[in-house]
């Protein structure tokens, strides 16, 4: 962690993705550290290491809202999601390359569910930023688009 938040260092997007593939193989291995990622991914800028950042929030987000009891359940708490939605917003907004947006929708998505002013503001954004983006874009915005208005 303390490579990956060493955010000017090029070698700081190798940490990432080493991260991220250890979050995929075992996220519970980053309950410790939780302070730590969620206190600090809102440096992280380069973009080959946002995108694995953004894909671990999605790792986390999607384990806390399994159906199957898990440890991130017990761990990542109101604080933790409120930096994690506050960065997926920085990365929907800013000009941030389809991978981190995408993951970020999916993520405030999930969250939305469950905080009331989420959903209408990823709306706005999506609706906003549609006729500009790739077509990657507009596809998972379609889909979330879509999951949000059912």
């Known amino acids: 962690m303390d490579i990956l938040f060493s955010v000017d260092d090029k070698v700081s997007c190798r940490a990432a993705w080493v991260f991220e593939f250890m979050c995929g193989e075992k996220l519970e291995a980053i309950i410790p550290y939780l ?13 080959s290491a946002v995108r694995p950042v953004a894909k671990v929030c999605e790792y986390l987000v999607k384990a806390y809202y399994s159906k199957s009891i898990n440890s991130i359940q017990m761990s990542l708490n109101s604080k933790h999601k409120e930096k994690i939605v506050e960065s997926c917003f920085d990365w929907m907004i800013n000009d941030e390359k389809i991978a981190p947006k995408a993951y970020a929708m999916n993520t405030l998505f999930l969250l939305g569910n469950n905080i009331d002013w989420i959903h209408p503001e990823l ?28």
């Open 35 to 47: 302070d730590r990622f969620t206190e600090s991914i809102h440096k992280v800028h380069l973009d």
């Open 123 to 150: 709306v706005l954004i999506l609706e906003r930023d549609y006729q500009t983006q790739s077509a990657g874009y507009k596809a998972r915005a379609r889909q979330i688009l879509k999951k949000i208005k059912a």
